[in-house]
């Protein structure tokens, strides 16, 4: 069956550095690809998107890589402040047999050490 | 400012009650989605609806039920049928194309 998984549940990371979030997919057909950020109590907050038709894609402060040959996902958070504290999901789309319906991995806990 | 509401932030279920928690979007989305979230865990998908008067079961549909009467207007009711309802309940809504959804900041619903 499909599904989204994060490699690590916890990634701790020291102020400034860059943070790497990691996401293996299982649905080959899948065509659309988030990135969402959780904060406690809250809901899921978008960060970055991407379609199957590019490799990589960057925003402010973050790029989102994707390599369709081996089904992984990675988010990168450059100069990582402690305002990035939070849980970090990715989301699949599959094809047309599942339109609208997102698929979340786990969860990867960012923690930033100041 | 354009967004998603759910109420109540925290909703308290006595055994054998249903209880009913409420979405809106002013986003002007076609599509609307529920979820639940449980402690340490993913999103689930309990049930979607793409139109008006549509509506389809998402993975764990069972024990819950829905209603799309408006376009802006989703709820879930939990029913006592659903004997782990405790949980962080989420509500989501996109064009239905290939655009993020985007969601609500959830009811907790505990049992007395």
């Known amino acids: 069956g499909e599904s989204v998984g994060l490699h690590l549940p916890t990634l701790s990371v020291q102020e400034g550095d860059n943070s790497i979030i990691n996401c293996a997919y299982s649905?080959?057909?899948?065509?659309?690809f988030i990135w969402y950020k959780q904060e406690s109590g809250k809901g899921p907050q978008f960060i970055i998107d991407i379609r199957s038709n590019m490799d990589k894609r960057q925003g402010q402060r973050v790029t989102v890589l994707l390599n369709k040959t081996v089904k992984h996902l990675s988010l990168q958070i450059a100069a990582t402040q402690p305002g990035d504290s939070a849980v970090y999901f990715c989301?699949?789309?599959?094809?047309?047999?599942?339109?609208?319906?997102?698929?979340f991995g786990q969860g990867t806990t960012l923690q930033v050490k100041p | 400012d354009g967004g998603i509401t759910q109420s109540p932030k925290y909703l308290f279920r006595k055994e054998g009650q249903n209880v009913t928690l409420s979405c809106e979007q002013n986003?002007?989305?076609?599509?609307m989605y529920w979820y639940r979230q449980d402690p340490g865990q993913g999103l689930r998908l309990i049930y979607y609806?793409?139109?008006?008067?549509?509506?389809q079961k998402g993975d764990i549909a069972e024990g819950y039920s829905v209603s799309r009467e408006k376009k802006e207007s989703f709820p879930l009711t939990v029913t006592s049928a659903q004997k782990n309802p405790t949980a962080f309940y989420l509500c989501?809504?996109?064009?239905?194309?290939?655009?993020?959804?985007?969601f609500g900041d959830g009811t907790r619903l505990s049992i007395l």
């Open positions: 609806s793409q139109i008006v008067n549509d509506f």
């Open positions: 989301a699949e789309r599959g094809g047309s047999s599942n339109t609208g319906k997102l698929i």
């Open positions: 986003l002007n989305h076609d599509a």
């Open positions: 649905n080959s057909a899948s065509d659309y």
């Open positions: 989501a809504s996109d064009t239905g194309s290939n655009q993020p959804q985007h």
